[in-house]
């Protein structure tokens, strides 16, 4: 799960790029972004639903993860619109494969099956109740930007710290928590300047709103395994 703050790092330091010149109504732009979000969350539902019925190797879960890698490298270097679509697939197709393949490991859990309808549910609500609020209200989240960074890096910290001294389940329990409050804080800031209108590309904030979206989900299942662990 490491590999997962480490990339979200550069992820959100890039609106750097061109708006393409047939993009000039507000509204079209927003729809655009919402098509692809909508797009990508259907082909993650589709290919983690597939792999959980015929479950993969775990080399292809690696090479995923690569794929992940280094498709956000090629981001940095991409201006074209188009070719930033394009990306975005690449990246949605790589994430529902590493998805997909946590979900088979949470339904050969005891209770795996309520941990995961519990989490796509909780996931659910966050989601629609945060997408909701931001519609309504379209409030100003500029000022959140540096917060969100600065909780961003506290979570790679105590990431990294996991990753090299045992820690108990409490420390596990808490740092997910955390990390699912911050990534819903992120989808609450990326949702808001949705509605404001306050970007650039649309397949740049499409990314950002998925990847909110997967890691909040992500979070949630770990906290509801470290419950399920606890109480056995």
Known sequence: MLYIYIMSVPY???NNFDSPNYLTDEDVIRQKTLNLIFNGLLFTAVICFMIILFPINPIYYGLAVAVEFIVI???FFVRSEENLEKLYYVFVVATSVTLGFLFSVVLSIEGGFEILTSTLSTTGLIVGGIYYFTYVNKPDVQYMRKYLFLGLLLILILSIYTAFVAVSDIFILFLSVAGACLFAFY????LGRLMKGNFSSPAILAWNIY????????YIVRIFLVN???SR
């Open 187 to 190: 989808l609450f800031y990326d």
């Open 228 to 230: 399920n662990s606890r």
């Open 12 to 14: 959100y330091n890039s």
């Open 73 to 75: 490298i090629m981001r």
């Open 211 to 218: 990847w909110d979206i997967v890691l909040l989900l992500k």
